[in-house]
């Protein structure tokens, strides 16, 4: 490529290659972090750390890139000192939302041709191994191939994500800036992620440490189900597992592990409760919707469970011995 | 093979099989990365073997000419461990295969030629049955000798699908393999790499598309909310995949929102534009098998070994609209002549000839008798090898 990322641009995907090589040129030393005048880098990685943990928000705020680099420098090792791997998942999906945020804004609003191809490139093809490309002959949509599109839309639920929705031409499926970012938002998630755990830092200054463990503090520690696993069967028993994890369930995990809960005798208040270790735990609009399942919102219709069949299409099925004999998890551990 | 044959039908067809591949044998072509794949027979007992492997084609000919399965069959997958148990053979990857049969195709002649046979006593009809009006047994087949009108719908299907797969999912003429499954049905194989790794969940997006199943309004431009319908022609345009059959079909207008929405409004809005949708989708949407395509750890019949369900041979076809199932898939001679006793009357063309028989002992030609007795629907009056 004869053109280079502006540093505009790297303030924004502070994780791309060329930011670290920024920080590594600039001679900057970890110590230097308990100097007075980098103070209020750590206070703004604070803030941005805060705002995904305990807020449960995405930091949009944007400065000029040095400090938009040391900034999220700062949060990494932070949340590499607090250690706790929900919250890690967390701050790593409402960073990766930060990332998509942008990116969906440079994708439209970018007029050079040449300047949005690099952006792709370095975004889809270096760091994700997605070949994505704009088509001018199709108003400048952009095209990837079949299989790496059903890769990734296969996780999403939505009639819209079906490849019948989509424009579908000679082994292409052409798409909008926000849904070939959106389709990519799980892969920026992991890479955040990886990043934190991969981090190897001997030691942490001071100051960070300080910040960070204050952080700790206000943190809500994540809810063990204590319940006896063996009561639940295996596919219930996994998303359970998954959500003890902080891991993201999909939308398909969520619905199955609701409307099993509430088939239970469970209370909306109680299946509530248990999607709070969710990175992106929102109770209000965890409630509309378990509310909805349950038959007390919208159509007021009582949603059933899925049966085992759909869990297998869905690959939520994880089917042991016990499982014989059952077509719905609500039958597991009752005399066939 | 379907289940429990006489034992007097069974050694006949034995005798015949083994003689088929002991002729025929280099009809079995290695499939790609043989020493990954699992290979599963049927006995003329009935039983299942699976979890085998053979690293070379000439192994795999040497058990064929021992054992004589009834059924020959080959994963579409790749693994590992090609003879562990199904959750520890480590998954590689697995073909794209297609299926349509006269079992997805409802066709009005099919009544005429499908026949429901009590396995117990043999009993024949061509009313539908779960319980043999004779001896009162609930184990029914149901046969079917496809007629020139049904190949020929089926010809029609599997060229409909070659060529949604070369104009919306790209692929090469060269990369798609054709071959009549050697009963009623043809098979189509995507020889391209970028399908391999697709799991079941992607296929069975794909196979929606190829059925028509889903397509949403919306993805026309056409929206209903709160505030009544809304309508916005698509950035990506009308100009292919199912959107271009719609609009082509619908004759929509697709130069503006405003053409677009007075059309919508002379139709009747949403709804009903949905409902014509549907309707439309249906009948341009491919009448496939969803489960061949979506399981990523089937067997599937092996290319040049027979079917022992009829005793033709799976074949790939190179010319699909010369081919001719009941001749160029039929490997048997017409030299030698058998007694069967038939169990309905039956019309039927094979090997060029066209035969009506009626319910009595008929002399036939051997791979008429193949034919009958693999169907169910003769069994064998008098023979001697």
Redesign the interface.
């Known amino acids: 490529m004869s053109i280079i990322l502006g540093k505009d641009d790297l303030a924004k995907y502070p994780f791309l290659e060329e930011a670290g090589t920024y920080i590594r040129e600039s001679h900057f030393d970890l110590d230097d972090f308990n100097r007075p005048e980098f103070l209020h880098i750590i206070q703004r990685a604070t803030k941005r750390v805060e705002f995904a943990l305990i807020e449960g928000k995405v930091f949009i705020d944007l400065e000029k890139y040095d400090i938009e680099l040391f900034t999220f420098l700062v949060s990494l090792i932070m949340m590499k000192y607090i250690d706790e791997d929900s919250a890690i998942k967390k701050f790593s999906l409402m960073e990766a939302r930060r990332v998509e945020r942008f990116l969906i804004s440079d994708l439209l609003k970018e007029k050079d041709l040449r300047k949005k191809n690099l952006l792709i490139f370095k975004i889809f093809r270096e760091l994700f191994q997605l070949d994505v490309e704009l088509d001018p002959k ?2 400048n ?1 952009f095209k990837m ?3 790496d599109y ?2 990734r ?2 996780q999403f639920n939505e ?2 994500w ?11 499926v ?1 798409l ?1 800036g926000d849904e070939t970012v959106r389709l990519i938002r799980s892969e920026i998630y992991k890479l955040l992620y990886n990043k934190i755990k991969n981090m190897n830092i001997t030691q942490v200054p001071e100051q960070i440490k300080f910040h960070a463990t204050l952080i700790k503090k206000k943190l809500t520690p994540p809810i063990k189900y204590l319940r006896h696993k063996t009561d639940f069967p295996p596919c219930i028993k996994k998303a359970l597992e998954l959500l003890n994890k902080s891991e993201n369930l999909p939308h398909s995990a969520r619905f199955m592990l609701a409307t099993y809960m509430l088939s239970s005798g469970k209370s909306v208040d109680e299946v509530v409760l248990l999607f709070q270790n969710a990175p992106d735990f929102n109770e209000k609009i965890t409630r509309y919707q378990v509310e909805h399942l349950a038959g007390k919102k919208g159509s007021q219709t009582r949603y059933s469970v899925p049966a085992c069949s759909k869990l297998v ?3 939520l099925c994880y089917a042991t011995i016990d499982c014989k004999g059952i077509t719905n998890p609500i039958q597991f551990g009752r005399k066939m | 093979m379907q289940k429990e044959i006489n034992s007097k039908n069974k050694e006949f067809l034995i005798r015949l099989f083994k003689e088929y591949y002991f002729k025929n044998i280099g009809n079995l072509s290695p499939p790609v990365q043989m020493h990954n794949r699992e290979f599963g027979f049927m006995t003329f007992d009935g039983k299942v073997i699976r979890h085998l492997a053979f690293p070379k084609i000439g192994n795999l000919k040497a058990f064929i000419i021992q054992n004589v399965p009834s059924d020959i069959f080959c994963s579409n997958a790749y693994y590992q461990f090609p003879t562990f148990p199904i959750n520890e053979k480590c998954w590689k990857g697995a073909d794209l295969i297609f299926d349509i049969d006269l079992n997805d195709i409802l066709l009005p002649c099919q009544k005429e030629h499908t026949f429901f046979i009590c396995s117990n006593c043999s009993f024949v009809s061509n009313d539908f049955l779960t319980l043999c009006h004779e001896c009162h047994s609930t184990r029914i087949l149901k046969n079917t000798i496809p007629c020139f009108k049904c190949i020929n719908s089926l010809k029609k299907e599997t060229k409909n699908l070659l060529e949604f797969l070369k ?5 090469q003429e060269q990369n798609l393999e054709v071959s009549f499954s050697g009963n009623t049905g043809f098979h189509v194989v995507v020889l391209q790499s ?2 391999l ?6 296929r ?3 196979v ?2 190829l059925m ?5 309004p ?2 026309l431009g056409v929206r209903n909310d709160k505030r009544g319908d809304r309508i916005k022609v ?4 009308f100009s ?4 271009k059959r719609i609009v082509e079909k619908m004759k929509m207008p697709e130069v503006s929102n405003d053409h677009l929405n007075k059309f919508i409004k002379k139709i009747g809005g949403y709804q009903s534009f949905k409902n014509e949708l549907d309707k439309i989708a249906y009948e341009l949407g491919l009448k496939l098998d969803p489960q061949v395509t ?1 399981d990523i750890h089937r067997i599937f019949r092996m290319i040049g070994s027979l079917n022992g369900k009829s005793g033709l041979s799976k074949i790939v076809c190179y010319d699909i609209d010369k081919f001719d199932p009941m001749n160029d898939s039929c490997f048997f001679e017409n030299d030698r002549n058998v007694d069967i006793s038939i169990n309905t009357p039956l019309k039927f063309n094979i090997k060029g000839k066209k035969y009506t028989l009626d319910k009595s002992i008929s002399t036939v030609p051997v791979s008429v008798a193949v034919f009958l007795i693999s169907k169910r629907l003769a069994n064998l009056a008098n023979y001697s090898s």
């Open positions: 199709k108003n949509l191939n079949i299989s059903l890769q839309a296969t009639v819209e079906k490849l019948i929705n989509r424009a579908v031409d000679n082994g292409y052409y909008d299409n869905e690959n | 104009k919306d999912f790209g692929i970028n399908y790794l697709l799991d079941s969940k992607s069975s997006d794909i929606g598309y028509g199943k889903n397509l949403s919306d993805s698509p950035l990506s345009g292919y995949g199912w959107r979506t």
